[in-house]
């Protein structure tokens, strides 16, 4: 047990207990989410806490980590997800650029400049790396923000500033050094205005 409790530690408990009583034990208060099984487990939120830690509900690998209501749950996430891009060996393309993208995106919506479009991608992101990565790590990095996107999803709408599209980056700024190389100001080679 680890995170917002007064008595963190080592427990043990027969098959079978709630996260409730878990919570309780361990001197948990105003507890708005639990993470299951470490960054790449399960994050449940108060409507769950009486699942059962077993192979058949809950599997927690021995690990619950507890996040009360002062905690950003879109914070939380977006750690974890610099772990995963941290952490990933390199080894196969999709977790390595993967991860990285990921991250990206999640910096992003913390600048203030997500859009829908950006949820939309962390699921298509998801899906190429439960597909095409090599191990573990990969397959399981978007699991935090997904979890936390579906039960904590106001964390990450407030941070959303616009339903259309936004990029991440200054676009027509981008292309000042082409404009410069072509000898061009005109509209047409400015993004964003028309030609
Ligand atoms: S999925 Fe596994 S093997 Fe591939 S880069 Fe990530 S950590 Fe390495």
Not at 29 to 32: P, S
Not at 50 to 53: F, T, V
Not at 159 to 162: H, M, N, S
């Given at each position: 047990m680890s995170g917002d409790c007064a008595r963190p530690g080592i427990y043990e408990y027969p098959f079978g207990v709630s996260v409730r009583q878990v919570l309780a034990d361990c001197g948990a208060?105003?507890?708005?989410a639990v993470q299951a099984s470490g960054a790449s487990g399960t994050c449940i939120d108060e409507t769950e806490f009486?699942?059962?830690?077993a192979f058949e509900d809950l599997a927690t690998a021995g690990a619950l980590m507890v996040f009360d209501e002062s905690r950003d749950m879109f914070e939380v996430a977006r750690s974890f997800v610099q772990f995963f891009a941290h952490e990933?060996?390199?080894?196969?393309?999709p977790c390595r650029v993967g991860t990285t993208l990921l991250r990206k995106l999640m910096d992003k919506l913390a600048a203030g400049l997500g859009s829908p479009d950006d949820l939309a991608q962390i699921v298509d992101l998801n899906h190429l790396l439960q597909a095409?990565?090599?191990?573990g790590l990969g397959h399981t990095a978007c699991n935090p923000v997904l979890d936390t996107m579906k039960r904590f999803r106001p964390a990450y709408e407030r941070?959303?500033?616009?339903l259309e599209f936004a990029p991440a980056f200054d676009l027509d700024g981008a292309l000042a050094r082409a404009r410069a190389m072509t000898g061009r100001d005109d509209p047409g080679a400015h993004f964003g205005v028309p030609a």
């Open positions: 208060e105003f507890t708005q009486d699942r059962r830690i990933s060996c390199g080894f196969c393309t095409a990565s090599h191990c941070r959303l500033v616009t």
